[in-house]
């Protein structure tokens, strides 16, 4: 059974920054996916950036330059470093992890406001 946490969100001023981290319980085999999404209030879920298990990293265009994905050695764990954030940043973020089949972590909330 595969699992995921998330932790790390909270309420940060614009310019702050937060990490998040998702650990990952359960067995994976083969080639996966891990990424982060996040959901704003009244707007769809849309990704922020995703790591592969090979190392591969991509990002949605408005984290660019801010947010820094990263996986763990032992690839049980996978982060999201955000700097530089802005009130639009404000989101509940999911982990994901696609191994042919998605599963979801709960969520964490990250508030940015001053």
């Known amino acids: 059974q595969v699992q995921l946490v998330e932790s790390g969100g909270g309420l940060v001023q614009p310019g702050g920054s937060l990490r998040l981290s998702c650990g990952l319980s359960?067995?994976?085999?083969?080639?996966?996916?891990m990424g982060w999404y996040r959901q704003a209030p009244g707007k769809q879920r849309e990704l922020v950036a995703a790591?592969?298990?090979?190392?591969?990293?991509n990002y949605a265009d408005s984290v660019k330059g801010r947010f820094t994905i990263s996986m763990a050695n032992a690839k049980n764990a996978v982060y999201l470093q955000m700097n530089s954030l802005k009130p639009e940043d404000t989101a509940v973020y999911y982990c994901?992890?696609?191994?042919?089949?998605?599963?979801w972590g709960q969520g964490t909330q990250g508030t940015v406001s001053s």
């Open positions: 790591i592969t298990s090979g190392g591969s990293t």
């Open positions: 994901n992890i696609d191994t042919g089949r998605d599963y």
């Open positions: 359960g067995s994976i085999f083969g080639i996966y996916v």
